[in-house]
């Protein structure tokens, strides 16, 4: 069964930093892009972060852009979102998700993982 586990969430004061992790199983890895999306309550779930396969090129909403960081491990079947900086407005339950870059319909989600940023 393809499983997509997020971890690494929790709660953090403004300023500072998480690093949030999705282990993948059931897929091959480094044929699937990985991102990282966020919701808050009440909004539409957004577009965080993204990391393709094809020389791991990266892009990101403008409002993380320069505080976080995308990457994977293909070794390791994991993708990483490295958060610095946290500001309050990034409280969401963060999911990650698989797409595969020779099917676009086969696309997997994780369950998410709570960030909530408060002093």
């Known amino acids: 069964q393809v499983q997509l586990v997020e971890s690494g969430g929790g709660l953090v004061q403004p300023g500072g930093s998480l690093r949030l992790s999705c282990a993948a199983s059931?897929?091959?890895?480094?044929?699937?892009?990985m991102s990282w999306y966020r919701q808050a309550p009440g909004k539409e779930r957004e577009l965080v972060a993204i990391i393709y396969t094809f020389g791991s090129s990266t892009n990101y909403a403008d409002s993380v852009k320069g505080r976080f960081t995308i990457s994977r491990d293909n070794a390791k079947n994991t993708a990483y979102l490295q958060m610095n900086s946290l500001k309050p407005e990034d409280t969401a339950v963060y999911f990650c998700?698989?797409?595969?870059?020779?099917?676009?319909?086969?696309?997997?989600w994780g369950q998410g993982t709570q960030v909530t940023v408060s002093s």
């Open positions: 059931g897929i091959t890895f480094s044929m699937y892009a």
């Open positions: 998700n698989a797409r595969s870059t020779s099917d676009s319909y086969t696309n997997f």
